[in-house]
């Protein structure tokens, strides 16, 4: 079984950074591809970055472009998302997501294992 295990979560202000990582068992690295999605308070829940298990092929929402890197080490079976230049636009609950399939989507109903979300809280 898939058990995914998110946290770094916080409270930043505007312009600082937070890393946060996923802890991650019972992958398939040579199928599994892995995401981050958000949501945030009245909003539905939004792709962020993916990323592969095998090759490290990312995928990025034009909302974090140039200021968010999804990375993997295999070794440590943990995923993380490094963010920075964080805007308070950026305040949501954050969830470490998994789907048996290396091709990408966006969709955060074709992730069938989730983390359980981690709250990031960037204040102006």
């Known amino acids: 079984q898939v058990q995914l295990v998110d946290c770094g979560g916080g409270l930043v202000q505007a312009g600082g950074s937070l890393r946060l990582s996923c802890a991650a068992s019972?992958?398939?690295?040579?199928?599994?591809?892995m995401g981050w999605f958000r949501q945030a308070p009245g909003k539905e829940r939004e792709f962020v970055a993916s990323i592969t298990w095998r090759d490290g092929i990312t995928y990025y929402a034009d909302s974090v472009k140039g200021r968010f890197t999804i990375s993997r080490d295999n070794a440590k079976n943990t995923v993380f998302l490094q963010m920075n230049s964080l805007k308070p636009e950026d305040t949501a609950v954050y969830y470490c997501?998994?789907?048996?399939?290396?091709?990408?989507?966006?969709?955060?109903?074709?992730?069938?294992?989730w983390g359980q979300g981690t709250q990031v809280t960037v204040s102006t």
């Open positions: 997501a998994a789907r048996r399939s290396l091709i990408f989507s966006r969709s955060s109903a074709d992730y069938s294992d």
């Open positions: 019972g992958l398939i690295f040579s199928s599994h591809r």
